[in-house]
């Protein structure tokens, strides 16, 4: 070898032994790179929803602009999905698909996936039964699909899904039925909020704990809600609107750990149920739904600064049961 006839080189041992390593990446090839991160806007995605029948559209909202843009339909109409962002790719897990006279309405177990960067869309392994109305969070990059309807009965099961394996497996079940049941993620665990166990609105809450694989009863709401939007946002649980069994809801309220405690904050300005919320910017969107006697374009935001709520520029389409979720999109 060369290296070995430099006197410099050959006298120093240390200098030695990191040319040979500098040789052997060559030869194979190894050249570390920066592993290269899409650059793109945050923006909430809307997908699907209902008004007299299921939607196939979908939009976007751009926080920075308060501005939305149609991007297109997808692969077939949804009310009642769950949606979330993970690993760059956009999930729309279970729904139903309804026609104006509900003649053709069914709930559905097909996961449909949506690549923003490549605008295309595909299908992901099938949930183990339809899920119409249910709770959709992740946990470490696993997504867990919670209660909800098959449309014979409301569902206690909960199932996850490893993308790497595209695979759904189930978990221990809630102790409760819960459709139209609001689930968020605080601390690494799952809470699942009100719902409708097909005889009453809901004010218990559960808590799931993946590293044990148990749930345990923490605080009720003060409110029964089910179709409340729920999400976490500085270190707290948000149960928004929702149906009490009597009327829609404009009130709202949040769960803290420390305390085990729901209280009462600043309500609404619109009564919601079936709508859905989405948290951006360090803000609480509140998105659509229905009033009880139309449904909602309307769109306000909450800051936990001010404590107040904010009415922004309308959604493009009236609509509720909405699939929501955070995401990046290329900068056009």
């Known amino acids: 070898m060369q290296i070995e006839s430099n006197n410099a080189i050959a006298k120093n041992n240390f200098s030695m ?32 929803g209902y008004n007299k029948k299921s939607f196939a559209s979908y939009e976007y909202f751009n926080p920075d602009t308060e501005e939305w843009k149609r991007l297109g339909v997808i692969p077939k109409p949804k009310s009642g999905a769950g949606a979330l962002f993970v690993g760059g790719l956009l999930y729309l897990v279970g729904g139903r698909t309804s026609s104006l006279l509900d003649v053709a309405a069914y709930d559905s177990d097909v996961v449909d996936v949506y690549d923003p960067f490549n605008q295309e869309w595909f299908t992901a392994a099938k949930l183990s039964v339809p899920r119409h109305r249910l709770g959709i969070c992740a946990i470490d990059g696993t997504i867990y699909a919670v ?44 809470y699942a909020v009100g719902g409708f166990d097909s005889e009453n609105r809901l ?117 509720s049961g909405a699939g929501v979720a955070v995401g990046t999109i290329p900068i056009t």
């Open 17 to 48: 032994e990191l040319m040979k390593d500098v040789l052997k990446d060559i030869e194979k090839k190894v050249i570390p790179v920066e592993r290269r991160v899409p650059q793109g806007n945050t923006v909430i995605f809307c997908m699907g």
């Open 147 to 190: 209660g909800g309807s098959d449309g014979i009965i409301h569902l206690d099961s909960m199932e996850k899904y490893d993308a790497e394996n595209d695979r759904w497996t189930p978990t221990s079940s809630m102790f409760i039925r819960r459709m139209g049941v609001g689930v968020a993620v605080l601390d690494g665990l799952l």
């Open 203 to 319: 004010r218990s809450v559960e808590c799931y704990a993946p590293e044990s694989n148990t749930w345990k009863f923490v605080a009720s709401m003060n409110t029964p809600r089910s179709g409340a939007g729920v999400t976490a946002l500085n270190g707290h649980v948000y149960a928004v609107g929702g149906y009490n069994g009597v009327t829609q809801l404009s009130s709202v309220e949040r769960y803290c750990p420390f305390e085990d405690r729901w209280t009462l904050i600043t309500p609404m300005n619109e009564h919601r149920s079936a709508l859905s919320v989405a948290v951006t910017h360090n803000k609480l969107f509140a998105l659509g739904g229905y009033n009880g006697e139309r449904f909602l374009d309307s769109v306000e935001v909450y800051d936990p600064e001010s404590g107040e709520w904010r009415i922004i520029q309308p959604m493009l389409d009236s609509r």
